[in-house]
Structure formats: C-alpha cells, structure tokens
C-alpha cells in the first residue's frame, strides 16, 4: 500500500472517530457548569434570600444550556464527519459507520445529561427557586413561631454535587411547639443569625418556654430560605 493510501486511510478513520473525541470537550462543558468558580461567579456578590435564590436558579440554568450545548457539539461533530467523509470518494462506503458512532455517542450523552437534569435535581431546582423568588417578590411569605434546634451548619446553593461549591448559607433546624419534625431552614449570611436561645432536647417544652423562647421566622415554602428571623 502506497504512503498516500494509508494517508487517506488514517485521515478517513480521524474523521470516523470525530464524533467520539467531541465527548472530552462535551464533558468539559458540564464539568464546567458543576464547577465551583460557576457557583460563584452566579452568587457574586448576593448575600439575601432573593439574591442566592436568582444565584441558584440562573447556576441551573446554565447547566442546562451547557448540556445542550454538549449535546450540539456532538451533532455537530458527526454532520462534519458525515459531510467529510461524502467528500471523499473513498470515505462514502464508511459514512455508515460515522452515523452509528455519532448516534452510540449521542445516546449516552443523552442519558447522562438526562439524570443530571432530572434525577440530578437540577430541573426540580430551577422550579422550585422559581416559585420561591415570586414568593418574595410578592411578599406571599410564610411566616412560622419555631424552635431552633442547637447547632449548624454551613450549607451550599440547593443543586447537584455541590461539594466544594460556595457555602453563602448557614443551616439550622427547626420546629414548632409539637415538636414533631426539625425542617432544615437556610440562613443567608446577610441574616447573621446567630440564635441566643436553641431548644434544649434533654427538658421539657415547658422548661424550654420558661427559660427560652422560640423565633418568628419568615421563608419561602419550598427550599426554606430564610428571609427574616426575630
């Protein structure tokens, strides 16, 4: 075989697998929405409820642009390669397999932004930050007396993996006088809540009113962010 047939060989394979290298660069585009420095640059410099509401919901937003742009990128790969190979005339018996390549690699793309977006939380988060944004804009706000149970914690935007994200919230527990369920309530750090009394698990509510008090606390009704405490 002549050097300029296995030329046009290793090009017509390069062009075949095109569709599989534009999985690296696909990938970096939602390990770029997950980021960190992402959360980040979406909180700025918002500290209240609404401010990191809009931060969560647009981070969202933006994974779900990022995935689409993935899954564009991998579709775009696979017309160029389709495109590439009818050029060639040697290149047009191979096309079959640059479609069944493009369409395996699609798939799975397919799949794993699928259980980012909906079994990840993302699409749940979107909506659910939506509703609490027009909650405050419309100053329809629940308004609860709660007991705060002791300790916190400081807690990322509501989203997927959000290990090594920002932590612009703080995290407390808390209940009313049936003392039934502790619901997680997130504290923005423009609050600075730093509660004087907490309820003391080890005596009674009777104890506890005597000696402490609860606290009028203002959120949203679906992730719970505080908007005033009293």
């Known amino acids: ?17 095109l569709p599989f290298f534009s999985v690296f660069p696909a990938l970096g585009l939602i390990m770029l ?4 420095g ?56 191979l096309i079959s397999y640059a479609v069944k390549l493009g369409a395996v690699i699609l798939f799975l793309e397919a799949v794993l932004i699928g259980a980012l977006v909906f079994r990840g939380g993302v699409l749940s988060t979107i909506t659910d930050a939506q509703a609490d944004i027009q909650q405050i804009e419309r100053s329809e706000l629940e308004t609860s007396t ?10 990322h935007l509501p989203g997927p993996f959000s290990a090594g994200h920002p932590s612009p919230l703080t995290k407390h527990y808390a209940s009313d006088n049936s ?9 923005p750090a423009a609050l600075e809540f730093a509660p004087e009394f907490v309820y003391k698990a080890s005596e009674s509510l009777e104890w506890n009113q005597e000696h402490g008090r ?17």
């Open 38 to 93: 992402t959360v980040s640059a979406c909180i700025g410099k918002s500290a209240d409820a609404l401010g990191l509401l809009k931060a969560c919901r647009n981070w969202c937003l933006l994974i779900c642009v990022l995935a689409l742009l993935a899954l564009a990128l991998t579709v775009t790969a696979t017309v160029f390669s389709i495109k590439a190979l009818w050029a060639r005339q040697n290149g047009r018996n």
């Open 33 to 36: 929405g997950l980021s960190g």
């Open 1 to 17: 075989m002549s050097r300029r047939n296995q030329s046009g060989n290793i090009r017509e394979l390069l062009l075949i697998m």
């Open 179 to 187: 003392l039934e369920t502790w619901d997680p309530y997130l504290f």
């Open 146 to 155: 709660l007991w705060i149970y002791p300790g916190r914690t400081s807690a």
């Open 214 to 230: 609860p606290y009028e606390i203002t959120s949203t009704s679906r992730l719970h962010f505080v908007v005033s405490a009293d």
